[in-house]
């Protein structure tokens, strides 16, 4: 019989945490900084290969590997035997006063992974927020310019200047005053939740015309920016990749204006995607490309690779004293074998493998929305409906406990997107383990759902006009309560009106419709109340002004699931440019709609029904018919 470290699936002896973690649980909690995130109680002890053992005997087959830091497996044994090697001649001596002979062999094969004909040169940093530290200066020293553009849903560290980059988790913000100056962000391209409708091959090109719009001709003139960040595949964000397209566009705009396009490929490099580099699936050559995480195979470790013309700094403008430590060396060089020879091949088999038994899960499971990436980067996006495509946090936080529970480690990425990040080496017996495991997570999550977020509403459907009447619902799981007899009825009076208005726009002739589409600007409500209609909103009230405090809101509406507070902003178009969405409120206009919101709710004593902020952006071009954008979801309390 096998050890529980030979063995390639889990096996449980204990309750889950047993007496040993519980222990190291009160002393962490004792002396430990409470800034930690953990999502379950795992005290890891050893591993080998996919398998984590914990300090009380119960293995864990790992579909996160630290992070995807383990590339080749926990403890492979040519990566501990290069770092024994290595530990027993030099442990350190500082590359950056004196040389190594193996830090120039290392960079030589970085380089050559690299698409592209120029010459690379390596910074090599102990981690991945180091390497974004070091771009952000290089790109500054190497064009004279201050100027940074990023993108909403990123993540690119946790020290001050990559933390002004960062914008995934508005807690990873908070606190910590003024940031790095000079920094815009814009929105990524998500496919499963584009604003305008596009596929995961198209989404993207409104985004590139705000670029190029908006920010360089209302905020940042080109030329004074100096770089514009971004990754190739979202890790924090939730594992969302960035269209073929719009990246080899967003290459283009940058040697356009002569900007430096770094690539942050810290989770997503290393073979992680079947190629050395996520972004040689676009074909893109970056002008900087940072590196971490899997570069080592746990060892700490990073690396700014940027081409010769670009990496041209005098000594002095940027050191480190542990960077590119021999020991974390030796172990890259050999990582790199491993990953060359073997594992990265088998991350894209076994991607593709996994992939094909997932291709039917948002058929299979009402809480799946998406199953996305490439390779061994795999995001699975929980929504509570499929139509609606709300977000559903407390049960991918279920399925994320439940799946340690049986013996598999998995984590959350973005808000409520799993990821599955196992070593490179994992075999198909792992992933068919991995994949049952999470299908019966699914299942139990799946029929627990209602226990989980208990709603306080049943929808019933009237005449086919998409009419929904509020009642009081049983509680039946943790924290529900009924709704007031008086709110029942008064909901019931506004969705009455709300369904005769209906009846009585249901009778506008196609023409008229067209007319009102063709309307100016200053008739702009039957453009938002007809558009808004064929997006599935049921509207609630109207130019709802509560008493005692200052704010309106245009429209609040209902779309089966969510209350929706829209703003509705209209401008008249004489410059060429489009009133986006994301650009068309102001952080002040924003908290306005929020307290005027959080007044609606508690006025009707809606209590615990979801809802978003959402904004339409109509553009009145003289003599054209409007151009009306709709961005769900354009903000939150939490932003």
């Not at 703003?567 to 068309?584: D, H, K, N």
């Not at 004593?605 to 109509?618: K, L, S, Y």
Request: hydrophobic share 40%; net charge positive; proline share 5%.
């Amino acid at each position: 019989m096998p050890t529980t470290l030979e063995a390639k699936t889990p096996r449980l002896v204990t309750a889950l945490p047993g007496p040993n973690a519980k222990r190291v649980l009160e002393q962490d909690a004792k002396f430990m900084s409470p800034s930690y995130t953990r999502d379950y109680p795992l005290v890891a002890k050893r591993g080998h290969g996919a398998i984590v053992e914990d300090v009380d005997g119960n293995a864990f087959l790992d579909f996160a590997a630290g992070i995807a830091v383990c590339s080749t497996g926990h403890c492979h044994p040519k990566v501990v035997a290069a770092i024994q090697k290595q530990a027993a001649e030099l442990i350190h001596m500082s590359g950056t006063d004196f040389y190594y002979e193996s830090m120039p062999q290392l960079a030589e094969r970085l380089g050559r992974t690299m698409l592209g004909a120029e010459s690379k040169k390596v910074f090599f940093t102990n981690s991945g927020t180091e390497a974004i530290e070091g771009a952000v200066k290089l790109a500054r020293y190497a064009t004279k310019r201050d100027k940074l553009i990023a993108f909403y849903g990123c993540f690119h560290g946790r020290s001050m200047g990559a933390l002004s980059l960062t914008a995934s988790k508005s807690t990873q913000r908070k606190g910590f005053g003024a940031l790095l100056s000079g920094i815009e962000h814009i929105p990524y391209p998500y496919a499963y939740r584009c604003a305008h409708g596009h596929t995961e091959d198209t989404c993207g090109a409104e985004i590139l015309e705000q670029l190029e719009g908006q920010i360089f001709k209302r905020l940042f003139d080109p030329e004074d920016v100096a770089g514009i960040i971004i990754e190739p595949i979202q890790g924090e964000g939730g594992y969302v990749s960035a269209p073929k397209f719009f990246l080899q566009e967003l290459q283009r705009i940058c040697r356009q204006h002569g900007i430096m396009f770094i690539v942050d490929e810290v989770q997503s490099g290393m073979g992680r995607t079947g190629k050395w580099w996520a972004s040689e699936h676009a074909g893109i050559e970056p002008d900087i490309l940072c590196s971490a995480k899997g570069i080592a195979s746990g060892m700490p470790l990073g690396a700014i690779v940027a081409k010769e013309t670009v990496m041209r700094w005098k000594p002095g403008s940027h050191g480190t004293t542990f960077g590119g430590n021999p020991v974390c060396i030796a172990a890259a060089l050999a990582t790199m074998d491993l990953i060359e020879s073997e594992y990265m091949e088998n991350a894209s088999r076994m991607g593709d493998y996994l992939f094909g038994r997932l291709a039917d899960w948002t058929k299979n499971f009402k809480i799946v929305g998406d199953v996305r990436g490439r390779g061994l980067m795999i995001g699975i996006e929980i929504v509570r409906d499929q139509r609606t495509k709300e977000k559903a946090a407390d049960l991918r936080n279920a399925i994320v406990d439940l799946a340690f529970h049986k013996g598999l480690l998995v984590l959350g990425a973005g808000e409520n997107t799993i990821r599955l990040s196992p070593p490179l080496l994992i075999d198909q017996e792992q992933a068919d383990f991995a994949v049952r495991t999470l299908e019966d997570c699914f299942r139990e999550a799946q029929k627990r759902s209602g226990k989980l977020r208990v709603p306080w509403l049943l929808q019933k459907k009237y005449g086919g006009h998409g009419i929904f009447v509020y009642t009081a619902r049983e509680a039946g799981g943790i924290g529900a309560g009924t709704m007031p007899i008086f709110s029942q009825l008064m909901f019931r009076a506004v969705h009455w009106a709300a369904r005769r208005g209906l009846r009585g726009e249901e009778s506008f002739s196609n023409d008229a419709k067209k007319q009102e589409l063709g309307a100016s600007a200053c008739e702009e409500k039957p453009i938002h109340y007809w558009y808004l209609r064929k997006q599935g909103y049921i509207f609630v009230a109207r130019n709802y002004t509560p008493r005692g405090i200052k704010g309106e809101i245009d429209l609040v509406g209902y779309d089966g699931k969510t209350l929706a507070f829209v703003e509705v902003r209209t401008r008249t178009i004489r410059e060429g440019l489009p009133a986006l969405p994301e650009l068309s409120i102001t952080r002040e206009k924003q908290h306005v709609v929020v307290r005027t919101a959080q007044r609606f709710i508690a006025e009707r004593h809606v209590g615990e029904c979801p809802c978003r902020f959402d904004v339409m952006a109509i553009d009145n071009c003289p003599g054209q018919p409007p151009v009306v954008r709709l961005r769900k979801d354009a903000f939150s309390p939490q932003r």
